[in-house]
């Protein structure tokens, strides 16, 4: 059988889907093959789980690895006939199938909002036993105090131990963000000696977003934005006059209105198309009533979302009250927001010690990608990102701030950056915003960028200019000392990344030239490819600079290097002017860095296949088991790089551009907030060892 893990809920609303999530994460990271199972499904149609839709998808599980048990209708039922080993038998037979297929399975079981929570507990206890599977217990600390708290984790320890259950940790989740230290002293791990974790109220989390809202109450949206992954902070009944209405209004908040109140609804609009008011989350008009053709078509240029309820105000709101923000919806932003609790609050590699789970053998492209934003937070760089005025790279800040991956500063004129933010439904809290125009630094910067490039008769002025381009003052930021990493490119061109950095950041000690690598994340393992962004037509000088380049890349990523200078010829079979270039740059990596396995001249079908290179170059140490390819020129690198993610479905991340002495990172002005997020990830990995340096 595989090993589980069961999340039991001790008390009512613990917020169980964090913690599964959570766990999810880390087992993911640091197993090889996770699986996901509620016995006890909340609705009556086990195959549309919402929970375990989302973890399914979250972490790209196969659907046998991901399932649910029972309905709760079908649990209902048997638990009032008193049949609670078919309940029994029935989980553990799922179990064992799921083993067949997984290494470690998280269970997750009910929630406790039952009408017998006694029963509930019974039925929890039970199957953690049946499946042999220890209990990470949830507390739910909200409204509690200190002593309540620590309370409820005895309480919770003592029937556990009753029930002869094993128990692993103790979660008391979403506490008083205030009272963390004073829960923690409070609460002692026990006779258990196990470990309690304590985790805050999220309000990212728990707060319902307008998507949750209309779903919940089958709103129609009759006008204004299509985004409705917006963040509802408060809502309020408009059923007063403008003046007044308008001093309760906030941002995020959502109007519930009647559909023929048109001062209200202008009133509404007026101020979220004003830079001096709040933007609203979103709107439902109520009764079932359309306002006029003319305020209608206004209502349209919204930047936010107009929906339509056909029940009275009065009973639109009671119904608006009652929905809570889920983790289970699968949105991204919550999604960051709960793993960066876990992250902050949970010793995960405590935990996995503490299981023995076997290290996964592949590494798969969301694994590579999880463990990247892990190891960017494992020493928390500052990046700045000098496009405040692309929704993406909003939109990026705001989940790389929820997963807490870095601290970051954002370029761009203030008031622009904020208006764009509340008009997208972003929070920048916790986020530096720098306007080049009127920072104190530009004077110090303008200065020190003359001093540097006087030798090409740069005054000044000229240099106070150059400092009002995003590009230029963010790279001054990381070049003295101010942040540790930029990345940009998302709305300019690779030469307006990397043009200031050439000026004065300069590229680090022995390195010849700066060059770039993709991370070619296939099915099953991890690739480097150079350059593919860069250089067109680099001489073998550069070609070994290169090589060296992207094997230390490699190796700063946890890939084995095994260096392939490819060709279009294998070993001494052919000839030619590019041939000799690209053996001769073998040679001068073999003088250069004697301690790389490298082989060139090589075809790429004898770097990547083993049984291609049995029988082309049977005693290479790296023929058809190279992780780092080095291409000839950036016609074949670019083209190459391209056909491989498109043909192979590979992930390619990057460009990462290396040489510098200090990380600067370019974006493909097609590059989705993802790619983004994984760039900045990349970028404070990098900024680390300079750091330490």
Not at 28 to 55: K, L, T, W, Y
Not at 455 to 471: I, S, T, Y
Not at 636 to 655: F, I, R
Request: negative net charge; glycine residues 8%; hydrophobic residues 40%.
């Amino acid at each position: 059988m595989a090993k589980g893990i069961y999340i039991s809920a001790m008390t009512p609303s613990s917020g169980k889907s964090l913690i599964s999530l959570g766990l999810a994460d880390t087992l993911h990271r640091h197993a090889g093959r996770v699986g996901f199972f509620r016995p006890i499904s909340d609705g009556d149609d086990v195959s549309a789980d919402p929970m375990v839709d989302m973890i399914q998808k979250q972490f790209d599980l196969p659907a046998e690895s991901c399932r649910a048990g029972l309905s709760a209708h079908e649990a209902r039922n048997l638990l009032a006939s008193g049949d609670r080993d078919e309940i029994d038998s029935r989980c553990v037979a799922i179990f064992g199938e799921m083993s067949a297929e997984c290494d470690v399975i998280i269970v997750e079981g009910t929630d406790l909002t039952g009408h017998d929570a006694a029963v509930e507990f019974d039925l929890n206890a039970r199957l953690a036993n049946n499946l042999g599977c220890p209990v990470l217990a949830v507390v739910n600390a909200g409204d509690m105090s200190v002593e309540e708290a620590a309370d409820a984790v005895d309480v919770a320890r003592r029937e556990l131990s009753a029930a002869n259950c094993s128990l692993l940790a103790m979660m008391v989740n979403r506490a008083d963000p205030e009272a963390l230290e004073e829960i923690g002293k409070a609460v002692r791990p026990g006779a258990s000696k196990r470990p309690v974790y304590i985790i805050p109220e999220i309000p990212e989390v728990s707060r319902p977003t307008v998507a949750e809202v209309a779903s919940d109450l089958e709103l129609e949206r009759v006008a204004g934005s299509r985004n409705l992954e917006r963040d509802i902070v408060s809502t309020k009944v408009a059923a007063m006059s403008v003046g007044n209405f308008l001093h309760e209004l906030t941002d995020g908040t959502l109007v519930i209105v009647p559909g023929d109140r048109a001062d209200l609804l202008v009133a509404t609009l007026a101020s979220a198309l004003s830079s001096d008011f709040p933007v609203p989350a979103g709107m439902i008009l109520t009764g079932g009533l359309e306002p006029e053709e003319h305020i209608a078509t206004l209502l349209d240029q919204a930047p936010f979302p107009v929906l339509k309820h056909p029940e009275d105000t009065y009973s639109t709101a009671r119904r608006v009250s009652g929905v809570r923000g889920e983790i289970t919806t699968g949105q991204p932003r919550k999604i960051a927001a709960a793993l960066g609790a876990w992250s902050n609050r949970v010793d995960g590699a405590e935990l996995i010690e503490r299981l023995t789970i076997p290290r996964p053998e592949k590494t798969t492209p969301l694994r590579f990608l999880h463990e990247l934003i892990e190891r960017a937070r494992s020493e928390r760089m500052h990046i700045v990102l000098p496009e405040g005025t692309d929704a993406r790279v909003l939109q990026a800040a705001e989940i790389l701030r929820r997963r807490d991956v870095c601290a970051l500063t954002i370029l761009g004129p203030e008031k622009q950056v904020r208006e764009l933010a509340a008009s997208e439904g972003v929070s920048l809290d916790g986020v530096d915003l720098v306007d080049p125009e009127t920072s104190g630094l530009r004077e110090e910067f303008a200065t020190e960028y003359a001093r540097l490039r006087e030798h090409k008769g740069v005054d000044l002025a000229a240099a106070r200019e150059k400092m009002l381009e995003g590009a230029y003052f963010a790279t001054m930021m990381v070049q003295l000392g101010k942040v540790d990493g930029m990345v940009s490119g998302a709305a300019h061109t690779t030469a307006n990344t990397i043009r200031p950095a050439l000026e004065f950041v300069k590229t680090r000690d022995g390195v010849e030239i700066v060059s770039s690598v993709f991370l070619m994340l296939l099915r099953d393992r991890v690739l480097v490819y150079g350059d593919c962004a860069v250089n067109p037509e680099p001489d073998a000088g550069q070609l070994a600079d290169i090589a060296i380049a992207s094997a230390e890349t490699a190796e700063e990523f946890c890939i084995e290097p095994r260096i392939a200078m490819l060709s279009y010829s294998t070993g001494e079979s052919g000839s030619g002017g590019s041939v000799e270039e690209v053996r001769r740059a073998t040679g001068m990596v073999r003088d250069r860095r004697p301690d790389l396995p490298v082989e060139g001249p090589i075809q790429y079908d004898a770097a990547a296949n083993a049984a291609v290179a049995e029988s082309k170059l049977p005693d290479s140490s790296v023929a058809g088991q190279a992780t780092v390819f080095i291409f000839p020129d950036l016609n074949t690198g670019n083209n190459t790089y391209k056909a491989v993610q498109q043909s192979a479905g590979a992930v390619a991340v990057g460009p990462v551009l290396q040489g510098l002495r200090k990380p600067v990172n370019d974006l493909s002005r097609g590059c989705t907030v993802e790619d983004i997020v994984n760039t900045v990830a990349i970028t404070a990995i990098q900024a680390q060892p300079s750091r330490e340096s």
